[in-house]
């Protein structure tokens, strides 16, 4: 087994582990008010999405698939967030589960769930900082996905190009309906992000950002 799949594993290993301790400590207090079924239903089922998006990501299998259940509720590409790195911008669009009164995002690696208005994060994404320099991933979905009612719905996922876009000095830009979700992220680094409008803009002295292109369909 090679050194990339043995980290591989290592890493998709950590993501495992930290989404069932996320589970298992912040899950009552997350639906303790919002004891739906289909909440919950939703929740499941993007995680089991994001785990699927995260094997192909690094490399564990070309193509993945999975089927959905629909339960009374839709399922769609949303045309954001644009996260922009040193002036070039990447729309990454997004995942989405929505129901009456709540919605589901997966954007970029994070699982968003807003009830009303209000937007609560679910499943943090896989950006780190260690106090010199920043790693985070721009994963940006390509294709075409809609559904909704009850019925099953099937998933192509598929990975077309990784490529490494910034290392340095950064200035990201994320433009979101959830910029507020992204400061409190980068807050949570540590780091000192400013919010114009509904973009949040952080700058860091080194960076490694890394493009991931996938399909979904």
């Given at each position: 087994?090679?050194?990339?799949?043995?980290?591989?594993?290592?890493?998709?290993?950590?993501?495992?582990?930290?989404?069932?301790?996320?589970?298992?400590?912040?899950?009552?207090?997350?639906?303790?008010?919002?004891?739906?079924?289909?909440?919950?239903?939703?929740?499941?089922?993007?995680?089991?999405?994001?785990?699927?998006?995260?094997?192909?990501?690094?490399?564990?299998?070309?193509t993945a698939m999975i089927?959905?259940?629909?339960?009374?509720?839709?399922?769609?590409?949303?045309?954001?967030?644009?996260?922009?790195?040193?002036?070039?911008?990447?729309?990454?669009?997004?995942?989405?589960?929505?129901?009456?009164?709540?919605?589901?995002?997966?954007?970029?690696?994070?699982?968003?769930?807003?009830?009303?208005?209000?937007?609560?994060?679910?499943?943090?994404?896989?950006?780190?900082?260690?106090?010199?320099?920043?790693?985070?991933?721009?994963?940006?979905?390509?294709?075409?996905?809609?559904?909704?009612?009850?019925?099953?719905?099937?998933?192509?996922?598929?990975?077309?190009?990784?490529?490494?876009?910034?290392?340095?000095?950064?200035?990201?830009?994320?433009?979101?309906?959830?910029?507020?979700?992204?400061?409190?992220?980068?807050?949570?680094?540590?780091?000192?992000?400013?919010?114009?409008?509904?973009?949040?803009r952080v700058v860091v002295?080194?960076?490694?950002?890394?493009?991931?292109?996938?399909?979904?369909?």
């Open positions: 087994m090679t050194s990339e799949v043995v980290g591989s594993v290592i890493i998709l290993f950590v993501i495992t582990l930290t989404v069932g301790m996320l589970f298992v400590y912040a899950q009552p207090v997350l639906f303790k008010s919002k004891d739906s079924l289909l909440e919950k239903d939703a929740y499941f089922t993007m995680l089991d999405i994001n785990e699927k998006i995260n094997q192909v990501r690094f490399g564990m299998e070309p089927k959905l259940h629909l339960t009374d509720y839709s399922v769609t590409l949303r045309n954001e967030p644009v996260i922009t790195v040193n002036g070039t911008s990447y729309n990454v669009s997004s995942i989405v589960f929505f129901g009456d009164t709540w919605e589901m995002v997966m954007e970029n690696g994070a699982i968003i769930g807003k009830w009303n208005d209000n937007a609560l994060i679910l499943s943090s994404p896989p950006v780190y900082f260690n106090g010199k320099t920043l790693t985070m991933p721009v994963i940006s979905f390509n294709g075409s996905v809609s559904g909704g009612g009850r019925g099953y719905l099937t998933l192509t996922i598929s990975q077309e190009n990784v490529t490494v876009i910034k290392t340095g000095p950064s200035e990201i830009r994320i433009k979101s309906t959830y910029y507020e979700v992204w400061r409190e992220v980068f807050q949570d680094l540590g780091l000192s992000p400013s919010v114009s409008g509904d973009e949040v002295d080194n960076s490694y950002i890394v493009l991931y292109q996938v399909r979904i369909g």
